[in-house]
């Protein structure tokens, strides 16, 4: 069997045997690999988990070991979302609590909040978290009228929920013009507080700033439906009829089509895009092939994961 380059910097290999290392400044290169790159991951916990014969640990278990391969190779993340005990960007936290990167790169991690909740931001988190993490508040679209902005607005249905909606898509905007490639695992498909479920709106902007995407399908949600779209299956969440099967979210949809009818929902438009691009589209965006880009898709194992999107960076930003 061909042995395989070791690109995950853990191991003390001399890079003798390689092809592609064979110099000193060659390993550090390689170990500064994502050096001012900021990596964005959009993950959320999924209906289907448990089917899958997985739980919330495994699923957190990928996402800790990838954002920690990305900080070791001098990467920065970037993540969008609330503040709430045991979530997830409480997880990146307490990654950054014990893990140390090297001091190139100070900035390790980017928590990108939507109005209202970064009122939920603490100064007491602020000041404990300061020199780990770089909190980016954005502030609601130009054309949304707030009353007061230092007043929490609960996400209920009709106008609330038309502002929330805006509020999240201009984080996820601002997030994605920052980043320079993106990490897609799970995503819930109901009980989402956005124009669409976030990890679904993020591929979307990722899509169209054409950023390296990286899709790990073995945990299911929003990123395996992505990918049976790519094999032309017919899923779920690409039915408009089946997703806005409630009142609340019908009403939403009237609102963007009276107030933003530049930009509506429109599950049947993402769909054709996934389409377009097909397995050679994403290829084309991340460095792997066709075919290592289907095992991401598959693979349950951490190890290999780790290894595909490494090497996807690798060959995009080497």
């Excluded at 979302?81 to 936290?93: C, I, K, Q, S, V």
């Excluded at 201009?170 to 109901?190: H, P, V, W, Y």
């Excluded at 993020?202 to 395996?224: D, H, R, Y």
């Amino acid at each position: 069997m061909k042995e395989q380059i070791n690109i995950s910097n853990r191991s003390d290999d001399s890079g003798s045997k390689n092809d592609i290392v064979l110099k000193n400044q060659d390993r550090l290169a390689r170990r500064f690999l994502l050096k001012d790159k900021r990596i964005g991951i959009s993950i959320s916990e999924c209906e289907d988990l448990e089917e899958l014969g997985f739980d919330i640990n495994h699923l957190r278990d990928a996402m800790i070991e990838t954002a920690k391969y990305v900080l070791s190779l001098g990467g920065s993340l970037a993540y969008g979302g609330d503040l709430r005990n045991g979530g997830f960007t409480e997880l990146f936290f307490d990654l950054l609590n014990y893990y140390n990167i090297p001091e190139s790169n100070e900035e390790r991690f980017y928590s990108y909040l939507a109005w209202p909740l970064s009122l939920n931001l603490t100064k007491k988190q602020r000041a404990e978290l300061a020199s780990k993490v770089t909190f980016i508040p954005v502030d609601p679209p130009a054309d949304i009228e707030i009353k007061d902005l230092n007043e929490f607005l609960p996400p209920s249905k009709g106008k609330n929920q038309y502002i929330w909606t805006r509020c999240l898509t201009e984080m996820r905007d601002k997030m994605n013009l920052s980043c320079d490639a993106r990490i897609f695992i799970g995503g819930k498909t109901s009980g989402f507080k956005g124009k669409y479920p976030g990890v679904l709106e993020e591929f979307v902007l990722s899509l169209k700033k054409k950023q390296p995407i990286f899709l790990i399908g073995a945990f299911g949600g929003v990123t395996m439906q992505i990918i049976e779209s790519l094999e032309n299956r017919e899923t779920s969440i690409f039915n408009q009829d089946y997703m806005a099967d409630n009142e609340d979210y019908q009403e939403l949809i009237t609102l963007f089509e009276q107030n933003f009818s530049e930009n509506t929902v429109s599950y049947s438009k993402i769909k054709e895009e996934i389409n377009n691009l097909g397995w050679d589209g994403i290829s084309s965006l991340n460095g792997l092939t066709v075919s290592q880009n289907k095992r991401l898709a598959t693979t349950p194992h951490i190890s290999e994961i780790i290894y595909l999107i490494l090497l996807g960076l690798t060959q995009k930003f080497s």
